[in-house]
Nanobody, 124 residues
Framework: VQLQASGGGLVQAGGSLRLSCEAS????????MGWFRQAPGKEREFVAA????????IYGDSVKGRFTISRDNAKSSVYLQMNSLKPEDTAVYYC??????????????????WGQGTQVTVSS
């Protein structure tokens, strides 16, 4: 499975960005796709995840109510709509793929495949 993430950039606080991640290869029909982020000097942090079959979603506490994860099953893609961005949202955002997932997980170890990361910078 290969993951291609895009959509990062520089935005002012309060603004919005939309990240995209497309999965290709032998994805199967039942999987979970998610987003994590890592700021300099910090651990990689769970952001959001979506179960492909059910559409169920979960979010990290720091983004709940501001970020929305959605899917396009025809393209095996997920999107992360980020609104009301804050400087503390600045990080490299990574797309992740759990091949066997029926339930979304916040744990990094649940995800077998990772994208290359896309930088999001929020200026104050």
């Amino acid at each position: 499975v290969q993951l291609q993430a895009s959509g990062g950039g520089l935005v002012q606080a309060g603004g919005s960005l939309r990240l995209s991640c497309e999965a290709s290869g032998r994805t199967g029909t039942s999987y979970v796709m998610g987003w994590f982020r890592q700021a300099p000097g910090k651990e990689r942090e769970f952001v959001a995840a979506l179960v492909k079959r059910s559409g169920n979603t979960i979010y990290g506490d720091s983004v709940k109510g501001r970020f929305t994860i959605s899917r396009d099953n025809a393209k095996s893609s997920v999107y992360l709509q980020m609104n009301s961005l804050k400087p503390e949202d600045t990080a490299v955002y990574y797309c992740a793929f759990d091949m066997s997932g029926q339930y979304a997980s916040r744990g990094r170890s649940a995800y077998e495949y990772w994208g290359q990361g896309t930088q999001v910078t929020v200026s104050s």
